[in-house]
């Protein structure tokens, strides 16, 4: 079995930052793409960053500037580094990764169980 375990989110002033993690664990051969989701009350799933195995990264257009997201392969984690915050990035975030395991000849999307970041004063 493949887990992905994210940190603890929480509540955040304006302005603040927050460091995400997420951790893949089990019997992985290889993880490819990896990335961080975001789900506001009312509102659809979006992506909000990723990167490729070679760290190519990209961003949404709302979270340029002010979030990165970074990899440690030697870890099978990736990270979501939020500067800036603000009340519109309060959401649900997910990660998310491509995995192929050793019994696989396929990758298959993974996601974590969600972790809820609120920026509010």
Same mark, same amino acid.
């Not at 955040?12 to 009350?41: D, E, F, K």
């Not at 009312?42 to 709302?62: F, H, M, N, P, W």
């Not at 979030?67 to 959401?91: C, G, H, W």
């Given at each position: 079995?493949?887990? @992905?375990?994210?940190?603890?989110?929480?509540? /955040?002033?304006?302005?603040?930052?927050? #460091? @995400?993690?997420?951790?893949?664990?089990?019997?992985?051969?290889?993880?490819?793409? *990896?990335?961080?989701?975001?789900?506001?009350?009312?509102?659809?799933?979006?992506?909000? $960053?990723?990167?490729?195995?070679?760290?190519?990264? #990209?961003?949404?257009?709302?979270?340029?500037?002010?979030? $990165?997201?970074?990899?440690?392969?030697?870890?099978?984690?990736?990270? @979501?580094? *939020?500067?800036? @915050?603000?009340?519109?990035?309060? $959401? /649900?975030?997910?990660?998310?990764?491509?995995?192929?395991?050793?019994?696989?000849?396929?990758?298959?999307?993974?996601?974590?169980?969600?972790?809820?970041?609120? /920026?509010?004063?």
């Amino acid at each position: 079995q493949v887990q @992905l375990v994210e940190s603890e989110g929480g509540l /955040v002033q304006p302005g603040g930052s927050l #460091r @995400l993690s997420c951790a893949a664990s089990g019997t992985i051969l290889r993880i490819n793409g *990896m990335g961080w989701y975001r789900q506001a009350p009312g509102k659809q799933r979006e992506l909000v $960053a990723s990167i490729t195995r070679g760290g190519i990264t #990209r961003y949404t257009d709302s979270v340029k500037g002010r979030f $990165a997201i970074s990899r440690d392969d030697a870890k099978n984690t990736v990270y @979501l580094q *939020m500067n800036s @915050l603000k009340p519109e990035d309060t $959401a /649900v975030y997910y990660c998310n990764a491509g995995i192929r395991r050793p019994d696989s000849n396929y990758e298959r999307n993974y996601w974590g169980q969600g972790t809820q970041v609120t /920026v509010s004063s």
